[in-house]
């Protein structure tokens, strides 16, 4: 079955340093891969995908993930985290069956202190 | 403004009422989706639809849920009987349909509270 786990619930970075949220993944063939985030009372935004190609990918708001085939895992980087970037990071696979209804993870809380 | 959006934002309601969400997809997408997000969870896929169509509901889609789109346009998402475990954050997400897997698009949401 396919499924998502992030195993870090919440995070707590300084200002300036550098961000990586871990993310592993369980689908059966090559997945379609997200990065959302999460304000509090907002929509889910996303900030990158994965579907082909190069491993690394560029998103938005500064943000890249690598996508390991060989350890199933999608983690999200950042080289210097903003307070305005303390949200929910949402990590989440694309199934091709049923209709490519979206799994996602239960999610890391980030935490910016000053 | 041209995403995708759901009515109301919040609703509060006694256990027992019944309850009805709207969503609005983006005009060319054929796929509308529903997801049910808990307190300190990702969400979770409820249904979609591809056009008028109800192709899939997950396990979690109790009897007292039911959703239509019955002009493969807007969609609603209809609480029977509610209880304070329906209490959560309802998703609309819609896609277009072209090839192999497509990027959905999300709604603000829905907050639903049962007292």
């Known amino acids: 079955a396919q499924s998502v786990t992030q195993p870090d619930i919440h995070i707590t970075v300084s200002e300036g340093a550098s961000l990586e949220l871990r993310c592993n993944y369980s689908?059966?063939?090559?997945?379609?891969l997200f990065w959302y985030v999460q304000s509090p009372g907002q929509g889910l935004q996303l900030l990158l995908k994965?579907?082909?190609?190069?491993?690394l990918v560029q998103g938005i708001k500064g943000f890249e993930a690598e996508f390991k085939r060989s350890q199933s895992s999608f983690n999200l980087r950042k080289p210097s985290v903003h307070w305005s970037d303390a949200a929910e990071y949402f990590c989440?696979?694309?199934?091709?069956?049923?209709?490519?209804?979206?799994?996602f993870g239960a999610g890391t809380r980030l935490f910016v202190k000053a | 403004d041209t995403g995708v959006s759901q009515n109301p934002r919040h609703k509060i309601t006694k256990r027992g009422q019944n309850v009805t969400f709207r969503c609005d997809p983006i005009?060319?997408?054929?796929?509308l989706y529903w997801y049910r997000q808990t307190l300190g969870q990702g969400p979770e896929f409820l249904t979609y639809?591809?056009?008028?169509?109800?192709?899939?509901k997950s396990r979690l889609l109790s009897d007292r849920f039911s959703a239509e789109r019955p002009k493969g346009s807007f969609s609603t998402l209809e609480i029977q009987r509610t209880e304070q475990g329906d209490s959560a954050m309802y998703l609309c997400?819609?896609?277009?349909?072209?090839?192999?897997?497509?990027?959905?698009?999300f709604g603000p949401g829905t907050r639903l509270t049962v007292l």
């Open positions: 997400a819609s896609s277009r349909v072209a090839g192999s897997y497509n990027e959905q698009f």
């Open positions: 689908y059966g063939a090559t997945p379609y």
């Open positions: 994965y579907f082909s190609g190069d491993t």
């Open positions: 989440a696979v694309g199934a091709v069956t049923g209709g490519f209804k979206t799994i």
């Open positions: 005009s060319e997408h054929n796929r």
């Open positions: 639809f591809q056009n008028e169509a109800q192709l899939e």
